[in-house]
């Protein structure tokens, strides 16, 4: 080796050194995945001289995550498409580097191509890939040895960082969740009987369940107002667990049963008022304690309120068919998505139990008025129904949040709910936007939230995909992703 030559092969030593030791500092610095691909590839390229270069980085599943390309042209290959090629199979197999010739790489010629993988402990996250080097110095036709060591030391490192780099954007997202679960454990907004969670970011919501933390240790009666499906029970539920009530919680819907049967739920029944009755005792018995939820009680008749207002008074029911008091000590939560005022004005409903009830009014606000916190509530849904359903979770675009941002609910949290659990079960690995626009324009065409159950939106999509096919089964359901007899079966 000419004293040139050798002295070449000395500098590019030394600045392979140099530049393993920027690369090390500029991997462990905490960044974002893609930053450090590109600073990877950036270095690499400054040593090897390749005429090309990638890249790429998978998740957990499998799936293509960063991608850094140099030296392509035309339409450029995404990393997923990287990741099911054969190079990514033949690194599998080797499990080390690999020098190949004359082949393609992404519909890219190379005469010399050298790749390693890029792993740690066993676990394959990418890989980085050279072509055809360029000439320096002597007359190189391809890699060296030297080469082929340097690159597998840029792999290590970049293993190391990645699988560090991951766990710390793990140990961040789970450090982010128990904060988000802190601050909602402080407001009480996690404490529910049943296990459900109210999300609340939007000050307007945050001010209802904070004026709900303060009075829930208090025995005053509290009424919930707000538009149907805006949580108004969720706030019961989180009045009766901060209360410290040893009894139960009890909950009556006042506009789901007739004068004579709701009065005798509430208050009990004495055997043998009528042929076949059993005594029977009512809720303000059993809330007895604890405490009694009235959901709309804006649809209460009058002279069931009279009893009502009398019970709250005296602390003590009679049972239907009895004449005999029976002391209770529960406490009242109400809740109407009616305006009290107007109905009292109007003589339908008492204004002395108006102002009984009265003790303090929380206001609940529609969704329209708490947009903020539609991203959180989609998350919450999205996870949760996956949960219960044991199915993995979709990824939810940019687009469809901005979608459901601008959209009103007129059904509000419910009729979101609805929508996002529907979206979720006819969607494998992304939710499509176009499929939730469908299902928000289903709503506003068949009334709103009701229209927006599991069963209407599936047999309303499977309707679209048939006209889709002219009315074809066999297409159709090979559209759907289901067998003929599956949609015969579903009454197609």
């Given at each position: 080796m000419s004293p040139g030559a050798a002295s070449f092969a000395e500098k590019r030593r030394i600045l392979q050194l140099e530049t393993l030791n920027d690369l090390a500092v500029a991997l462990y610095a905490h960044r974002p995945e893609q930053e450090l691909i590109d600073e990877l590839l950036q270095r690499v390229c400054a040593v090897l001289d390749p005429a090309a270069a990638v890249a790429a980085t998978r998740d957990g599943y499998g799936q293509g995550q960063a991608l850094a390309m140099v030296g392509w042209t035309g339409e450029l290959p995404t990393a997923s498409d990287l990741f099911s090629g054969s190079l990514w199979q033949e690194l599998l197999a080797s499990g080390q580097s690999l020098s190949l010739t004359d082949g393609t790489l992404a519909d890219r010629g190379y005469r010399v191509l050298l790749a390693t993988p890029i792993a740690y402990r066993?676990?394959?996250?990418?890989?980085?890939?050279?072509?055809?080097?360029?000439?320096?110095?002597?007359?190189?036709?391809?890699?060296?040895?030297?080469?082929?060591?340097?690159?597998?030391?840029?792999?290590?490192?970049?293993?190391?960082?990645?699988d560090g780099a991951r766990q710390l954007e793990s140990l961040e997202a789970q450090r982010d969740r128990l904060e988000e679960e802190n601050r909602a454990l402080k407001q009480g907004l996690n404490e529910d009987v049943s296990g459900q969670r109210?999300?609340?970011?939007?000050?307007?919501?945050?001010?209802?369940?904070?004026?709900?933390?303060?009075?829930?240790?208090?025995?005053?009666?509290?009424?919930?107002?707000?538009e149907s499906g805006t949580g108004k029970e969720l706030v019961a539920k989180l009045l009766h667990v901060r209360s410290e009530r040893s009894g139960p919680l009890v909950t009556v819907n006042c506009g789901s049963l007739p004068e004579s049967l709701l009065e005798s739920e509430l208050f009990g029944i004495e055997a043998g008022v009528a042929t076949g009755v059993e005594a029977r005792r009512g809720k303000f018995e059993l809330a007895d304690g604890g405490t009694l939820f009235l959901d709309e009680i804006g649809d209460m008749e009058p002279p069931l309120q009279v009893k009502l207002l009398r019970a709250l008074q005296e602390r003590e029911v009679v049972r239907v068919g009895s004449s005999e008091p029976i002391a209770v000590d529960a406490r009242l939560v109400a809740a109407t998505h009616r305006d009290l005022e107007t109905l009292v004005a109007g003589g339908s409903f008492r204004e002395d139990l108006y102002y009984r009830l009265k003790g303090v009014e929380?206001?609940?606000?529609?969704?329209?008025?708490?947009?903020?916190?539609?991203?959180?509530?989609?998350?919450?849904?999205?996870?949760?129904?996956?949960?219960?359903?044991?199915?993995?979770?979709?990824?939810?675009?940019?687009?469809?949040?901005?979608?459901?941002?601008?959209?009103?609910?007129?059904?509000?949290?419910?009729?979101?709910?609805?929508?996002?659990?529907?979206?979720?079960?006819?969607?494998?690995?992304?939710?499509?936007?176009?499929?939730?626009?469908?299902?928000?324009?289903?709503?506003?065409?068949?009334?709103?939230?009701?229209?927006?159950?599991?069963?209407?939106?599936?047999?309303?999509?499977?309707?679209?995909?048939?006209?889709?096919?002219?009315?074809?089964?066999?297409?159709?359901?090979?559209?759907?992703?289901?067998?003929?007899?599956?949609?015969?079966?579903?009454?197609?």
């Open positions: 066993g676990v394959y996250l990418g890989f980085v890939a050279v072509l055809d080097k360029e000439k320096r110095g002597e007359d190189e036709t391809g890699f060296t040895a030297q080469d082929r060591r340097f690159l597998e030391s840029v792999a290590a490192l970049a293993g190391v960082a990645l109210i999300v609340a970011h939007a000050p307007a919501m945050l001010a209802a369940l904070e004026m709900a933390g303060r009075v829930a240790p208090r025995r005053v009666t509290v009424v919930v107002r707000g929380i206001r609940l606000p529609p969704l329209r008025e708490r947009r903020q916190d539609i991203p959180h509530l989609v998350k919450h849904f999205a996870e949760d129904f996956c949960r219960r359903e044991q199915i993995a979770l979709p990824r939810i675009r940019p687009a469809t949040l901005s979608l459901l941002l601008a959209y009103d609910f007129p059904g509000n949290v419910r009729e979101l709910q609805n929508l996002i659990e529907a979206a979720v079960s006819l969607t494998e690995g992304e939710v499509d936007t176009e499929l939730v626009r469908s299902l928000l324009s289903r709503g506003d065409e068949l009334g709103g939230p009701q229209a927006l159950d599991l069963v209407s939106v599936e047999r309303g999509h499977i309707g679209k995909v048939l006209r889709m096919a002219a009315g074809n089964k066999t297409r159709a359901a090979e559209l759907l992703g289901i067998d003929r007899r599956t949609l015969q079966r579903k009454g197609f």
